[in-house]
């Protein structure tokens, strides 16, 4: 198995192949072996498991994947790599190579059509600037028992954040409902080239069978987050009332009062059984009463 985290090994590739960084794709390459082999390891891959992997780049992961999993399909945008991944990772027959963007691809059908008696597991080495989209994907697609990603490290504290912290977001909220997060290792600038400018870390998301609360409206809870996170500085009822144009500010002040919620409170404190319980009696109010406007 060719090592392609040996600094020379890469140059060689790189000069072989005529193979450029690209900063549009976010490209950083790892050249510490140590990091792709503990990836795979505590993202806990075994022979029962089908894993998607997304930008396999020069193929460091997608070989621990491989020597563990049952299956691998890796999706890479980068078409240019093609060559490169064939001397790589060529090897396995458990690894199907797909060319395309992982933001396009219907995972569902993917995971059902690859996956057949395996468990869907993801791990990926995501390129900063496409973090959000593809986890947000991920997690949307309901496929996967787990999804560990490499991320920027700011990312990875502000996915396992704590409500009233100064890392809590809409995007901590969204991931935690649909997951179980938890942060692994960290990763230095110097195991990558070329080198980040910052940290990087492994976060695990354990995907949950169920919301972490009863939610009536899917859709309309991460309205509501969104409206309590858009207005961070502004207190809860004036968030909501920016965010919920359709109710009067007096309506909204009502509401939180009947969920025992201060509106004095910021969004930033709240939890998702709170979240949830403002999200419900917004949507039996807007049920109840016709809305102001559409």
Same mark, same amino acid.
């Given at each position: 198995?060719?090592?392609?985290?040996?600094?020379?090994?890469?140059?060689?590739?790189?000069?072989?192949?005529?193979?450029?960084?690209?900063?549009? #794709?976010?490209?950083?390459?790892?050249?510490?072996?140590? =990091?792709?082999?503990?990836?795979?390891?505590?993202?806990?891959?075994?022979?029962?498991?089908?894993?998607?992997?997304?930008?396999?780049?020069?193929?460091?992961?997608?070989?621990?994947?491989?020597? *563990?999993?049952? *299956?691998?399909?890796?999706?890479?945008?980068?078409?240019?790599?093609?060559? =490169?991944?064939?001397?790589?990772?060529?090897?396995?027959?458990?690894?199907?190579?797909?060319?395309?963007?992982?933001?396009?691809?219907?995972?569902? =059908?993917?995971?059902?059509?690859?996956?057949?008696? &395996?468990?869907?597991?993801?791990?990926?080495?995501?390129?900063?600037?496409?973090?959000?989209?593809?986890?947000?994907? &991920?997690?949307?697609?309901?496929?996967?028992?787990?999804?560990?990603?490499?991320?920027? #490290?700011?990312?990875?504290?502000?996915?396992?954040?704590?409500?009233?912290? %100064?890392?809590?977001?809409?995007?901590?909220? &969204?991931?935690?409902?649909?997951?179980?997060? +938890?942060?692994?290792?960290?990763?230095?600038?110097?195991?990558?080239?070329?080198?980040?400018?910052?940290?990087?870390?492994?976060?695990?998301? #354990?995907?949950?069978? %169920?919301?972490?609360?009863?939610? +009536?409206?899917?859709?309309?809870?991460?309205?509501?987050? *969104?409206?309590?996170?858009?207005?961070?500085? #502004?207190?809860?009822?004036?968030?909501?009332?920016?965010?919920?144009?359709?109710?009067?500010?007096?309506?909204?002040?009502?509401? &939180?009062?009947?969920?025992?919620?201060?509106?004095?409170? *910021?969004?930033?404190?709240?939890?998702? +059984?709170?979240? %949830?319980?403002?999200?419900? +009696?917004?949507?039996?109010?807007?049920?109840?009463?016709?809305?102001?406007?559409?």
């Amino acid at each position: 198995m060719l090592d392609v985290c040996n600094a020379r090994v890469m140059k060689s590739l790189l000069a072989e192949y005529g193979f450029h960084f690209s900063k549009a #794709k976010g490209q950083n390459f790892l050249t510490q072996r140590w =990091v792709p082999q503990q990836i795979a390891e505590e993202s806990g891959v075994d022979r029962t498991c089908g894993v998607l992997e997304i930008g396999p780049g020069f193929g460091p992961l997608t070989q621990e994947l491989c020597l *563990r999993a049952g *299956r691998v399909v890796a999706l890479e945008v980068d078409t240019t790599l093609r060559p =490169v991944l064939e001397r790589t990772v060529g090897e396995f027959d458990n690894l199907e190579l797909l060319f395309c963007d992982a933001l396009k691809a219907d995972l569902p =059908v993917l995971t059902a059509e690859k996956f057949g008696g &395996l468990k869907p597991m993801a791990c990926a080495n995501l390129p900063y600037y496409i973090t959000s989209p593809v986890l947000t994907k &991920l997690l949307e697609s309901k496929c996967f028992s787990s999804i560990t990603v490499m991320v920027q #490290k700011e990312v990875a504290q502000r996915i396992c954040a704590k409500p009233g912290t %100064a890392d809590y977001s809409a995007f901590t909220v &969204l991931c935690n409902y649909y997951a179980q997060p +938890a942060l692994l290792f960290d990763v230095p600038p110097d195991c990558f080239m070329p080198q980040p400018k910052v940290w990087s870390a492994v976060v695990c998301l #354990k995907t949950r069978a %169920a919301p972490p609360a009863q939610i +009536a409206d899917e859709a309309l809870f991460f309205r509501t987050v *969104r409206a309590a996170f858009g207005m961070r500085r #502004k207190t809860l009822l004036n968030a909501l009332s920016a965010g919920f144009g359709e109710l009067s500010k007096a309506e909204i002040a009502a509401l &939180l009062e009947r969920c025992g919620i201060a509106p004095t409170l *910021r969004g930033e404190t709240l939890g998702i +059984a709170e979240f %949830a319980d403002i999200a419900n +009696a917004i949507g039996v109010r807007r049920n109840d009463v016709p809305s102001h406007t559409d």
